[in-house]
């Protein structure tokens, strides 16, 4: 199975601030990457799909990147409404679909 | 617009089967694939497997034989089937559509406890 190494595991930011959270992969992946923010008690929301593509009605301060099999999220001014769980998936190698083990933003 | 909306019982006893369904609108289930995802309380996501648009499906190995996916499209539903239950199996479980490799749309979740 593909692993996907997330990193940090928590994270504790400003208001304003640029956050950053990666994911590794453990092969080759190509663009099949995708991130999700969860807040408590919500189901998760997909944030952007083909690792760099926004999805509809996210707001074009989160973006993601791709250096080869290392993937990025990156949220340009951080919001209030910014805080949660921010996970990376892979969707290259299925059977089994893999998440990254999540990143809790906190504001600092 | 498009829902998925997940049911089923909230306890369920150890070694019994949990039965899960996802009611699905606002599009149709042979053109889309669905999936379902299980999440351990405050821990991470688990893909667990998928209905494909043809009706095929896929299964995490994690979940060896205990798991089967199946679907009524007159209906718009996918369904959800694990046997052998244990208290580990304890968590969230989301059924979500699959565009693009990815999941755009996920239920609000059902939780489900393994206790006697």
């Known amino acids: 199975d593909i692993q996907m190494t997330q990193s940090p595991a928590s994270l504790s930011a400003s208001l304003e601030e640029i956050v950053t959270i990666t994911c590794q992969a453990s092969?080759?992946?190509?663009?099949?990457l995708s991130w999700y923010q969860q807040k408590p008690g919500k189901s998760p929301q997909l944030l952007i799909y083909?690792?760099?593509s926004l999805a509809d009605g996210v707001p074009s301060r989160f973006s993601g990147s791709r250096s080869g099999t290392q993937y990025s999220l990156k949220i340009s001014r951080l919001q209030v409404e910014d805080i949660g769980i921010y996970y990376c998936?892979?969707?290259?190698?299925?059977?089994?679909?893999?998440f990254g083990g999540g990143t809790k933003l906190e504001l600092k | 617009q498009v829902q998925l909306k997940e049911s089923g019982p909230g306890l369920v006893q150890p070694s019994q089967t949990l039965s899960l369904t996802c009611t699905v609108s606002?599009?149709?289930?042979?053109?889309?694939?669905v999936h379902w995802v299980r999440q351990h309380s405050g821990k991470s996501l688990e893909w667990m497997g998928r209905?494909?648009?043809?009706?095929?499906?896929s299964y995490n190995s994690a979940f060896t034989s205990r798991l089967s996916i199946s679907r009524d499209t007159s209906k718009s539903q996918v369904f959800l089937k694990m046997n052998s239950l244990q208290t580990e199996d304890t968590g969230t479980y989301y059924c979500?559509?699959?565009?693009?490799?990815?999941?755009?749309?996920w239920g609000q979740g059902v939780m489900v406890t393994v206790s006697s």
């Open positions: 979500a559509r699959n565009i693009r490799g990815s999941l755009d749309y």
């Open positions: 998936l892979q969707a290259y190698s299925a059977p089994p679909w893999t």
């Open positions: 083909g690792a760099t």
């Open positions: 092969q080759d992946i190509g663009n099949w």
């Open positions: 209905m494909w648009s043809d009706g095929d499906t």
């Open positions: 606002g599009f149709s289930l042979t053109s889309y694939s």
